[in-house]
T-cell receptor, first 113, second 114 residues
Framework: KAGVTQTPRYLIKTRGQQVTLSCSPI?????VSWYQQTPGQGLQFLFE???????NKGNFPGRFSGRQFSNSRSEMNVSTLELGDSALYLC????????????FGSGTQLSVL | AQSVTQLGSHVSVSEGALVLLRCNYS??????LFWYVQYPNQGLQLLLK??????LVKGINGFEAEFKKSETSFHLTKPSAHMSDAAEYFC????????????FGGGTRVLVKP
């Protein structure tokens, strides 16, 4: 059974640009959630999609957005990049119940110069 | 809103010694609690979870944790540390109504000395 796949693995952008990150969940999983990991702020929840609908949202500005497709694959977009957006972005999938384990991908390391 | 506090950002243990990682939570309703481990350059992997069944939870790799409501704690232990336990450990909480929105603690990095 394939795990959660995130692409690309590394990304370098400059301030003001926009970026799209991709996440392919485990087959059969309908929930995809996104987390930002930084040394200073730790792991912070961005948003969760379940069956193509945003089910939960964290406290991030509107520059951060996402979507989920009918095959459960998800994309996350960050517009007008800032230096502080440099982070490891982790995607996790599950069947959707809150007491279930999340399966995490290896993440996309984004560097904003 | 729920929150998690992990005491100690770094812990150093000798191989074969007890591993004890502390986690305290704050929640107005019964929570679901998790411990995840992150190895370098990898995502997170679930060690164990508490979901209102048995208060003593056994997980993978010999780890276990005990849910203590009176102390609002969910400390993680392993009787005998192995070199492969060197990693960062995260305690996390969510609520029944919160879906997969996990709130994580700051993490504890474990160093295992030979």
């Amino acid at each position: 059974k394939a795990g959660v796949t995130q692409t690309p693995r590394y990304l370098i952008k400059t301030r003001g640009q926009q970026v799209t990150l991709s996440c392919s969940p485990i087959s059969g999983h309908r929930s995809v959630s996104w987390y930002q990991q930084t040394p200073g702020q730790g792991l912070q929840f961005l948003f969760e999609y379940f069956s193509e609908t945003q089910r939960n949202k964290g406290n991030f500005p509107g520059r951060f957005s996402g979507r989920q497709f009918s095959n459960s694959r998800s994309e996350m977009n960050v517009s007008t990049l800032e230096l502080g957006d440099s982070a490891l972005y982790l995607c996790a999938s599950s069947r959707g119940a809150p007491d279930e384990k999340l399966f995490f991908g290896s993440g996309t390391q984004l560097s904003v110069l | 809103a729920q929150s998690v506090t992990q005491l100690g950002s770094h812990v150093s243990v000798s191989e074969g010694a007890l591993v004890l990682l502390r986690c305290n939570y704050s929640s107005s309703v019964p929570p679901y609690l998790f411990w995840y481990v992150q190895y370098p350059n990898q995502g997170l992997q679930l060690l164990l979870k508490y979901t209102s069944a048995a208060t003593l939870v056994k997980g993978i790799n010999g780890f276990e944790a005990e849910f203590k409501k009176s102390e609002t704690s969910f400390h993680l232990t392993k009787p005998s540390a192995h070199m492969s336990d060197a990693a960062e450990y995260f305690c996390a909480v969510t609520l029944k109504a919160a879906g997969n929105k996990l709130t994580f603690g700051g993490g504890t990095r474990v160093l295992v000395k030979p």
